[in-house]
């Protein structure tokens, strides 16, 4: 009896862990093929990173990666990347009816908030929990008053240069001349050919990306900021630019920094009280520029707060902007026909 007993007991335990082991196994296999099931297609354009492609997608680089078997960080354009899903785990899963506000989860880019009717800066400074000082020392304000629709950032972006996964680390270190050189030659390409001058400068700026910064630099060992902009200028838009960012900032027309155009030059105090920096505006808040900081070329964003403090402006070079500012200058106004129309006829 006692052994039947035993034996019953020993199959009833090894009939439960079997079951435990296959249901694990099941929720396993489940969470892996989760994001699998839930993921999308991408096609790799121009311009395109794994950078900014996993904040487009709020998916991690190695699990783009991992899906797609990359065992690097370039891209060719026209490949199509599979996109995994998330999968929420047991601690994060909220019920379906619950909501929550939507919150930003990279920490690296810029805060804004639109001001709407009611607020003050006291208001805003609670809810965000920065200091009123603060807010209006990010925003270059003199005083608390507030415009609706107006943008105030309350957090600048943090420094990073995502331009680094477009070179390749397998590839034999090059020297200064010859990275010129090279930048050069890709401007000969049909590739670009037929672009605008405008999409020819910034491709052929960040065909240097990473040469070395040197100060007073010209080309031989590295280059200064106002010779890597003379240098880009020259040979892709075939402009002749002087050599310091103090004679830059003299030429060409001011342009607001809310109406920054691709290839706008961006100009700052750092180590002199005149315009002592300058670098080539990318759109999206980007610049990019020889950086003394980083040691090389790079791009970083007007809002980190080193150039956010720095920043004095901008001017526009390039041809044809520049002749519809003139033509837009040269049309009357509504007073002047106004006025043309009430002279008494001769």
Partial sequence: MNKNFTILIF???????????????????????ASLSS?????????????????????????????????????????????PGKVPDKKSAAPEHASSPVKNTNSHDAKYHIIKKGDTLTRISKKYSVSVSELKRLNNMKSASLKRGQKLLISPAKEEDDTKIIINDKEA??????????????????????????????????????????????????????????KVYTSAAGLSLPRSAREQYKI??????????VGDLVFF?????????????LGNNLFIHASSKSKKIVINSLDTPYYLKRYIGARKLLPEEIQEIEKLEKQPSDSDEQAIQQQPAK
């Fill in 269 to 281: 105090r750092t180590y002199a009280s005149f315009p002592s920096h300058v670098g080539i505006y």
């Fill in 11 to 33: 199959l009833a335990t090894l009939l439960l862990l079997t079951g435990f082991t296959s249901s694990h196994a099941a929720i396993k296999k489940t969470g892996n093929n």
């Fill in 252 to 261: 060409g027309e001011p342009v607001d920094k809310s109406s920054l155009n």
């Fill in 173 to 230: 270190p090059k020297t200064t001349p010859e990275r010129i050189q090279e930048a050069k030659e890709f401007l000969k390409s049909d590739e670009i050919s037929d672009m605008s001058i405008r999409d020819r400068l910034t491709l052929f700026a960040k065909k240097m990306l990473h040469i070395p910064y040197k100060f007073g630099g010209t080309g031989n060992t590295g280059l200064d900021c106002s010779s890597y902009v003379q």
């Fill in 39 to 83: 993921a999308t297609k991408y096609t790799v354009k121009k311009g395109d990173t794994l950078i900014k492609i996993s904040k487009k997608h709020n998916v991690s680089i190695d699990k783009i990666k991992y899906a797609n078997n990359l065992t690097s960080n370039r891209l060719s354009v026209g490949t199509r990347l599979i996109i």
